[in-house]
Protein backbone atom coordinates (compact mmCIF):
# COMPACT_ATOMS: atom_id res chain seq x y z
CA UNK A 1 0.00 0.00 0.00
CA UNK A 2 1.40 3.12 -0.84
CA UNK A 3 1.82 6.04 1.39
CA UNK A 4 1.84 10.05 -0.30
CA UNK A 5 3.14 13.46 1.36
CA UNK A 6 3.56 16.87 0.37
CA UNK A 7 6.09 19.29 1.81
CA UNK A 8 6.23 22.86 1.83
CA UNK A 9 8.20 23.50 -0.45
CA UNK A 10 6.48 21.13 -3.57
CA UNK A 11 8.95 18.30 -3.30
CA UNK A 12 6.69 15.23 -2.99
CA UNK A 13 6.94 11.30 -1.23
CA UNK A 14 6.23 8.68 -2.31
CA UNK A 15 6.63 5.54 -0.24
CA UNK A 16 5.57 1.18 -0.05
CA UNK A 17 6.58 -0.38 3.41
CA UNK A 18 8.27 -3.32 2.79
CA UNK A 19 9.99 -5.82 5.80
CA UNK A 20 13.15 -6.29 3.63
CA UNK A 21 16.53 -5.84 4.83
CA UNK A 22 17.59 -4.03 1.62
CA UNK A 23 16.18 -0.79 0.22
CA UNK A 24 15.43 1.27 -2.42
CA UNK A 25 15.23 4.67 -3.15
CA UNK A 26 15.04 7.30 -6.06
CA UNK A 27 14.91 11.46 -6.36
CA UNK A 28 13.01 11.91 -9.86
CA UNK A 29 13.55 15.13 -10.95
CA UNK A 30 11.08 16.75 -13.83
CA UNK A 31 13.86 17.55 -16.78
CA UNK A 32 15.64 15.61 -19.46
CA UNK A 33 16.86 16.04 -22.53
CA UNK A 34 14.17 17.81 -24.66
CA UNK A 35 14.32 20.68 -21.91
CA UNK A 36 17.39 22.18 -23.10
CA UNK A 37 18.29 25.10 -25.11
CA UNK A 38 19.63 24.69 -28.23
CA UNK A 39 22.85 25.66 -27.20
CA UNK A 40 22.81 23.12 -24.20
CA UNK A 41 22.64 19.29 -26.03
CA UNK A 42 23.38 16.39 -23.98
CA UNK A 43 23.73 19.14 -20.72
CA UNK A 44 20.59 17.04 -18.62
CA UNK A 45 22.72 13.79 -19.69
CA UNK A 46 26.42 15.25 -18.41
CA UNK A 47 25.56 16.66 -15.54
CA UNK A 48 24.11 13.44 -14.38
CA UNK A 49 28.02 12.63 -14.74
CA UNK A 50 29.23 15.27 -12.68
CA UNK A 51 26.90 15.40 -9.99
CA UNK A 52 28.96 12.94 -8.81
CA UNK A 53 31.92 14.17 -8.81
CA UNK A 54 32.44 16.92 -5.70
CA UNK A 55 29.92 18.79 -3.33
CA UNK A 56 30.85 21.67 -0.93
CA UNK A 57 31.78 19.38 1.63
CA UNK A 58 32.93 16.30 -0.13
CA UNK A 59 35.41 14.88 -3.13
CA UNK A 60 34.40 12.62 -5.78
CA UNK A 61 35.77 9.55 -3.57
CA UNK A 62 33.75 9.94 -0.40
CA UNK A 63 30.22 10.85 -2.62
CA UNK A 64 31.17 7.10 -3.90
CA UNK A 65 32.03 5.50 -0.86
CA UNK A 66 29.47 6.85 1.11
CA UNK A 67 27.15 4.24 0.18
CA UNK A 68 29.40 1.71 -0.94
CA UNK A 69 31.52 1.36 2.34
CA UNK A 70 27.94 -0.13 3.99
CA UNK A 71 27.46 -2.00 1.06
CA UNK A 72 25.05 0.23 -0.89
CA UNK A 73 25.08 1.06 -4.32
CA UNK A 74 24.76 4.42 -5.94
CA UNK A 75 23.27 5.23 -9.65
CA UNK A 76 21.75 7.81 -11.81
CA UNK A 77 20.04 7.88 -15.61
CA UNK A 78 18.93 10.31 -17.85
CA UNK A 79 15.68 9.80 -20.05
CA UNK A 80 14.00 12.75 -22.48
CA UNK A 81 11.84 14.03 -19.61
CA UNK A 82 13.43 12.89 -16.83
CA UNK A 83 16.82 12.64 -14.90
CA UNK A 84 16.62 10.68 -11.59
CA UNK A 85 19.64 9.65 -8.65
CA UNK A 86 19.07 6.45 -6.77
CA UNK A 87 20.61 3.58 -4.54
CA UNK A 88 20.04 0.21 -3.05
CA UNK A 89 21.70 -0.23 0.50
CA UNK A 90 20.47 -1.54 4.04
CA UNK A 91 16.93 -0.50 5.73
CA UNK A 92 18.78 0.74 8.54
CA UNK A 93 20.83 3.84 6.18
CA UNK A 94 17.47 5.64 5.24
CA UNK A 95 19.64 8.30 6.90
CA UNK A 96 22.60 8.25 4.89
CA UNK A 97 20.98 7.25 2.00
CA UNK A 98 18.55 10.35 1.88
CA UNK A 99 21.29 13.16 3.45
CA UNK A 100 23.94 12.24 0.24
CA UNK A 101 20.84 13.01 -2.16
CA UNK A 102 20.12 16.49 -0.59
CA UNK A 103 23.93 16.89 -0.68
CA UNK A 104 24.54 16.00 -4.44
CA UNK A 105 21.68 17.45 -5.63
CA UNK A 106 21.57 21.27 -3.81
CA UNK A 107 25.21 21.45 -3.20
CA UNK A 108 27.54 20.00 -6.30
CA UNK A 109 30.48 22.67 -7.14
CA UNK A 110 31.25 20.80 -10.46
CA UNK A 111 34.85 21.12 -10.35
CA UNK A 112 36.24 22.22 -13.37
CA UNK A 113 38.81 19.93 -13.72
CA UNK A 114 36.67 16.91 -13.14
CA UNK A 115 33.97 18.36 -16.16
CA UNK A 116 36.99 18.58 -18.40
CA UNK A 117 38.00 14.82 -17.30
CA UNK A 118 34.39 13.79 -17.92
CA UNK A 119 33.80 15.14 -20.98
CA UNK A 120 36.44 12.27 -22.13
CA UNK A 121 33.96 9.73 -20.64
CA UNK A 122 31.02 10.88 -22.43
CA UNK A 123 32.27 11.16 -25.75
CA UNK A 124 33.66 7.65 -25.31
CA UNK A 125 30.32 6.87 -24.16
CA UNK A 126 29.26 8.36 -27.50
CA UNK A 127 31.46 6.51 -29.62
CA UNK A 128 30.74 3.36 -28.65
CA UNK A 129 26.82 4.01 -28.80
CA UNK A 130 27.78 4.51 -32.15
CA UNK A 131 29.78 0.87 -32.50
CA UNK A 132 26.18 -0.37 -31.84
CA UNK A 133 23.73 -0.22 -34.15
CA UNK A 134 21.02 -2.11 -32.64
CA UNK A 135 20.64 0.57 -30.16
CA UNK A 136 21.97 3.74 -32.24
CA UNK A 137 18.82 3.30 -34.86
CA UNK A 138 16.10 4.06 -32.22
CA UNK A 139 18.08 7.78 -31.13
CA UNK A 140 18.16 8.14 -35.29
CA UNK A 141 14.49 6.85 -35.61
CA UNK A 142 13.23 9.68 -33.29
CA UNK A 143 14.97 12.09 -34.29
CA UNK A 144 13.40 11.15 -37.68
CA UNK A 145 10.04 11.16 -36.24
CA UNK A 146 10.04 14.10 -34.24
CA UNK A 147 12.43 16.35 -36.53
CA UNK A 148 12.92 19.99 -35.74
CA UNK A 149 11.32 18.95 -32.39
CA UNK A 150 13.76 19.39 -29.07
CA UNK A 151 12.19 15.60 -28.03
CA UNK A 152 13.67 14.28 -31.27
CA UNK A 153 17.30 15.11 -29.73
CA UNK A 154 20.06 12.76 -28.80
CA UNK A 155 19.85 12.26 -25.06
CA UNK A 156 23.56 12.17 -25.32
CA UNK A 157 23.94 15.02 -27.40
CA UNK A 158 27.02 15.11 -29.79
CA UNK A 159 31.42 15.40 -30.17
CA UNK A 160 30.51 19.45 -30.83
CA UNK A 161 28.16 20.10 -28.27
CA UNK A 162 29.39 17.89 -25.42
CA UNK A 163 32.83 19.96 -25.82
CA UNK A 164 30.85 23.02 -25.74
CA UNK A 165 29.82 22.45 -22.10
CA UNK A 166 31.53 24.46 -19.24
CA UNK A 167 31.00 24.54 -15.98
CA UNK A 168 29.20 28.07 -15.60
CA UNK A 169 26.38 26.31 -18.51
CA UNK A 170 25.98 23.25 -16.33
CA UNK A 171 25.78 26.01 -12.94
CA UNK A 172 22.97 27.53 -14.79
CA UNK A 173 20.78 24.56 -15.84
CA UNK A 174 20.80 23.14 -12.47
CA UNK A 175 19.40 26.73 -11.24
CA UNK A 176 17.07 26.73 -14.21
CA UNK A 177 15.80 23.29 -12.98
CA UNK A 178 16.45 21.20 -9.99
CA UNK A 179 13.83 22.77 -7.53
CA UNK A 180 11.77 20.86 -5.05
CA UNK A 181 8.24 21.40 -6.10
CA UNK A 182 9.85 19.29 -9.56
CA UNK A 183 10.72 16.69 -7.87
CA UNK A 184 9.76 13.05 -6.35
CA UNK A 185 11.31 10.69 -3.81
CA UNK A 186 10.39 7.25 -3.96
CA UNK A 187 10.69 4.57 -1.73
CA UNK A 188 10.59 0.96 -1.13
CA UNK A 189 11.80 -0.33 1.99
CA UNK A 190 11.88 -1.26 5.58
CA UNK A 191 10.99 2.17 7.68
CA UNK A 192 7.94 3.39 9.40
CA UNK A 193 6.53 6.27 7.01
CA UNK A 194 6.12 8.59 9.86
CA UNK A 195 10.07 8.63 10.34
CA UNK A 196 11.01 8.47 6.47
CA UNK A 197 8.85 11.80 6.20
CA UNK A 198 10.57 13.53 9.47
CA UNK A 199 14.16 12.48 7.24
CA UNK A 200 12.96 14.00 4.23
CA UNK A 201 11.95 17.25 6.18
CA UNK A 202 15.26 16.97 7.59
CA UNK A 203 17.36 17.49 4.52
CA UNK A 204 14.90 18.72 2.14
CA UNK A 205 12.67 21.24 3.73
CA UNK A 206 15.55 24.12 3.97
CA UNK A 207 15.17 24.59 0.09
CA UNK A 208 12.51 26.78 -1.35
CA UNK A 209 9.95 25.70 -4.53
CA UNK A 210 11.17 27.30 -7.72
CA UNK A 211 8.88 27.81 -10.26
CA UNK A 212 7.30 25.27 -12.77
CA UNK A 213 8.66 23.63 -15.44
CA UNK A 214 8.40 25.81 -18.38
CA UNK A 215 6.00 24.52 -21.24
CA UNK A 216 7.36 21.96 -23.53
CA UNK A 217 7.24 22.10 -27.06
CA UNK A 218 5.07 19.47 -28.28
CA UNK A 219 5.69 17.91 -31.56
CA UNK A 220 2.67 19.14 -33.87
CA UNK A 221 3.67 18.05 -37.17
CA UNK A 222 4.46 14.17 -37.99
CA UNK A 223 5.09 13.49 -41.53
CA UNK A 224 6.16 9.58 -42.59
CA UNK A 225 8.81 8.84 -44.01
CA UNK A 226 11.41 5.95 -45.41
CA UNK A 227 15.14 6.60 -45.00
CA UNK A 228 18.03 4.39 -45.54
CA UNK A 229 21.21 5.05 -44.06
CA UNK A 230 24.60 3.59 -45.06
CA UNK A 231 26.34 2.63 -42.18
CA UNK A 232 28.49 -0.05 -43.23
CA UNK A 233 26.69 -2.65 -41.23
CA UNK A 234 26.96 -6.63 -41.13
CA UNK A 235 23.43 -7.21 -40.97
CA UNK A 236 20.81 -5.04 -42.12
CA UNK A 237 18.85 -3.03 -39.12
CA UNK A 238 15.42 -1.62 -39.54
CA UNK A 239 13.02 -0.03 -37.38
CA UNK A 240 9.39 0.82 -38.80
CA UNK A 241 6.92 3.02 -36.61
CA UNK A 242 4.64 5.69 -36.00
CA UNK A 243 3.73 7.99 -33.64
CA UNK A 244 1.12 6.95 -30.45
CA UNK A 245 -0.45 7.95 -27.27
CA UNK A 246 0.75 9.84 -24.65
CA UNK A 247 0.45 9.85 -21.22
CA UNK A 248 -2.95 10.87 -20.68
CA UNK A 249 -4.39 9.18 -23.65
CA UNK A 250 -7.49 6.43 -21.97
CA UNK A 251 -6.13 3.99 -24.68
CA UNK A 252 -2.25 3.74 -23.96
CA UNK A 253 -2.97 0.35 -22.06
CA UNK A 254 -4.48 -1.36 -24.68
CA UNK A 255 -1.82 0.10 -27.15
CA UNK A 256 0.39 -2.10 -24.53
CA UNK A 257 -1.25 -4.70 -24.74
CA UNK A 258 -0.90 -5.00 -28.65
CA UNK A 259 2.41 -4.29 -28.35
CA UNK A 260 2.81 -7.16 -26.02
CA UNK A 261 0.98 -9.57 -28.09
CA UNK A 262 2.44 -8.65 -31.27
CA UNK A 263 6.26 -8.24 -30.27
CA UNK A 264 7.12 -8.30 -26.69
CA UNK A 265 9.74 -10.03 -24.19
CA UNK A 266 7.85 -13.40 -24.48
CA UNK A 267 9.21 -15.92 -27.36
CA UNK A 268 5.58 -16.63 -28.29
CA UNK A 269 4.81 -12.92 -29.57
CA UNK A 270 3.50 -12.63 -32.99
CA UNK A 271 6.63 -11.39 -34.67
CA UNK A 272 8.72 -13.87 -33.28
CA UNK A 273 6.88 -16.65 -33.87
CA UNK A 274 6.48 -16.12 -37.72
CA UNK A 275 9.76 -14.09 -38.41
CA UNK A 276 12.40 -16.21 -36.46
CA UNK A 277 10.73 -19.15 -35.30
CA UNK A 278 8.96 -20.14 -39.25
CA UNK A 279 10.99 -18.90 -41.22
CA UNK A 280 14.47 -17.76 -39.48
CA UNK A 281 14.45 -14.65 -40.61
CA UNK A 282 15.86 -12.67 -37.73
CA UNK A 283 17.31 -13.15 -34.28
CA UNK A 284 16.28 -10.22 -32.85
CA UNK A 285 13.23 -8.68 -33.36
CA UNK A 286 11.00 -6.57 -30.96
CA UNK A 287 7.82 -4.23 -30.56
CA UNK A 288 8.04 -1.49 -27.96
CA UNK A 289 5.83 1.02 -27.11
CA UNK A 290 7.33 4.32 -25.21
CA UNK A 291 4.73 7.45 -23.98
CA UNK A 292 5.59 10.87 -23.13
CA UNK A 293 3.77 13.74 -21.53
CA UNK A 294 2.58 15.32 -24.79
CA UNK A 295 3.38 12.08 -27.18
CA UNK A 296 4.35 8.47 -27.93
CA UNK A 297 6.05 6.33 -30.14
CA UNK A 298 5.46 2.83 -31.35
CA UNK A 299 8.20 1.15 -32.71
CA UNK A 300 9.24 -2.44 -34.30
CA UNK A 301 12.47 -3.54 -34.95
CA UNK A 302 14.79 -6.34 -36.26
CA UNK A 303 18.39 -7.50 -37.31
CA UNK A 304 18.38 -9.44 -40.98
CA UNK A 305 20.33 -10.86 -43.81
CA UNK A 306 20.56 -7.70 -46.36
CA UNK A 307 18.30 -10.39 -49.08
CA UNK A 308 15.74 -11.06 -46.30
CA UNK A 309 14.94 -7.08 -45.30
CA UNK A 310 11.99 -6.96 -48.08
CA UNK A 311 10.38 -10.55 -46.40
CA UNK A 312 10.76 -9.06 -43.24
CA UNK A 313 9.17 -5.73 -43.63
CA UNK A 314 6.24 -7.62 -45.65
CA UNK A 315 5.86 -9.38 -42.77
CA UNK A 316 5.44 -7.38 -40.35
CA UNK A 317 3.21 -4.94 -41.47
CA UNK A 318 1.06 -8.51 -42.34
CA UNK A 319 0.83 -9.20 -38.83
CA UNK A 320 -0.19 -5.47 -37.76
CA UNK A 321 -2.71 -5.60 -40.75
CA UNK A 322 -4.68 -8.57 -39.31
CA UNK A 323 -4.75 -7.04 -35.41
CA UNK A 324 -6.52 -4.14 -37.46
CA UNK A 325 -8.69 -6.44 -39.72
CA UNK A 326 -9.79 -9.46 -37.40
CA UNK A 327 -11.41 -9.60 -34.22
CA UNK A 328 -9.50 -11.93 -31.73
CA UNK A 329 -11.06 -14.69 -29.96
CA UNK A 330 -11.67 -15.42 -27.00
CA UNK A 331 -8.45 -17.87 -26.45
CA UNK A 332 -6.55 -15.45 -28.24
CA UNK A 333 -7.43 -12.42 -25.95
CA UNK A 334 -7.48 -14.61 -23.05
CA UNK A 335 -3.93 -15.49 -23.34
CA UNK A 336 -2.76 -12.34 -23.92
CA UNK A 337 -4.21 -11.20 -21.11
CA UNK A 338 -2.84 -13.48 -19.01
CA UNK A 339 0.82 -12.77 -20.35
CA UNK A 340 0.45 -9.39 -19.80
CA UNK A 341 -1.46 -9.74 -15.94
CA UNK A 342 1.53 -11.98 -15.43
CA UNK A 343 4.52 -9.79 -16.44
CA UNK A 344 3.14 -6.86 -15.15
CA UNK A 345 2.60 -9.05 -11.59
CA UNK A 346 6.05 -10.39 -11.40
CA UNK A 347 7.41 -6.96 -12.39
CA UNK A 348 6.09 -6.06 -9.27
CA UNK A 349 7.95 -8.49 -7.15
CA UNK A 350 11.32 -6.88 -8.31
CA UNK A 351 11.84 -3.52 -5.62
CA UNK A 352 13.96 -1.71 -7.36
CA UNK A 353 11.34 -1.85 -10.48
CA UNK A 354 8.69 -0.59 -7.73
CA UNK A 355 10.46 2.03 -6.79
CA UNK A 356 11.38 3.53 -9.57
CA UNK A 357 8.17 2.89 -11.56
CA UNK A 358 5.95 4.37 -8.67
CA UNK A 359 8.29 7.27 -8.13
CA UNK A 360 7.49 7.97 -12.25
CA UNK A 361 3.81 7.49 -12.03
CA UNK A 362 3.59 9.73 -9.05
CA UNK A 363 5.50 12.56 -11.23
CA UNK A 364 3.48 12.46 -13.74
CA UNK A 365 -0.06 11.79 -12.34
CA UNK A 366 0.34 12.25 -8.31
CA UNK A 367 -1.19 9.06 -7.72
CA UNK A 368 -0.14 5.34 -8.28
CA UNK A 369 -2.57 2.57 -9.56
CA UNK A 370 -2.29 -0.65 -7.30
CA UNK A 371 -1.40 -3.92 -8.72
CA UNK A 372 -5.15 -5.31 -8.83
CA UNK A 373 -6.66 -2.06 -10.54
CA UNK A 374 -4.17 -2.27 -12.98
CA UNK A 375 -5.12 -5.98 -13.93
CA UNK A 376 -8.64 -5.23 -13.60
CA UNK A 377 -8.02 -2.46 -16.38
CA UNK A 378 -6.00 -4.97 -18.49
CA UNK A 379 -9.20 -7.65 -17.96
CA UNK A 380 -11.68 -4.90 -19.28
CA UNK A 381 -9.92 -4.52 -22.45
CA UNK A 382 -12.28 -6.04 -25.75
CA UNK A 383 -11.64 -7.34 -29.00
CA UNK A 384 -12.97 -4.38 -30.82
CA UNK A 385 -10.69 -1.91 -28.69
CA UNK A 386 -7.84 -3.85 -30.01
CA UNK A 387 -8.78 -3.90 -33.12
CA UNK A 388 -10.12 0.15 -33.25
CA UNK A 389 -6.21 0.23 -31.52
CA UNK A 390 -4.26 -1.39 -34.13
CA UNK A 391 -6.19 0.38 -37.01
CA UNK A 392 -5.02 3.86 -36.09
CA UNK A 393 -1.52 3.18 -34.91
CA UNK A 394 -0.71 0.41 -37.42
CA UNK A 395 -2.04 2.38 -40.78
CA UNK A 396 0.41 1.69 -42.97
CA UNK A 397 0.15 4.88 -44.29
CA UNK A 398 1.15 6.86 -40.99
CA UNK A 399 4.43 4.35 -40.93
CA UNK A 400 7.98 5.85 -40.87
CA UNK A 401 11.01 3.45 -41.97
CA UNK A 402 14.41 3.63 -41.03
CA UNK A 403 16.99 0.94 -42.23
CA UNK A 404 21.05 0.97 -41.82
CA UNK A 405 22.53 -0.91 -44.44
Known amino acids: MYQTHIFANGLRLIHNYVPNKAAYCGLIINVGSRDEREDELGMAHFIEHVIFKGTEKRKAYHILSRLEDVGGELNAYTTKEDTCVYATFMAKDYERTLELFA ?65 GMVLD ?31 FSPYEAGTPLKARIKPEIYTPRFVEMDRDTHQSHCIIGNIAYDYTEDNRLALSLLMNLLGGTGMNSRLNLNIREKYGLAY ?42 ELLGYNQLRKAKNQMIG ?17 KSFLI ?41
Open 103 to 167: DIVFHSVFPEKEIEKEKDVVLDEINSYKDNPGELIFDDFEELIYTGYPIGRNILGDEASVERISR
Open 173 to 203: FVKRNYFPNRMVISSVGDIPFEKLVRLVEKY
Open 284 to 325: NIEASYTPYSDTGIFTIYFGCDAGDLDKCLRLCRKEMAALGE
Open 343 to 359: QITLASENYENMMLSSG
Open 365 to 405: YDKVDELEAVCEEVGGITPELLRQVAREIFAQDKQSVLIYK
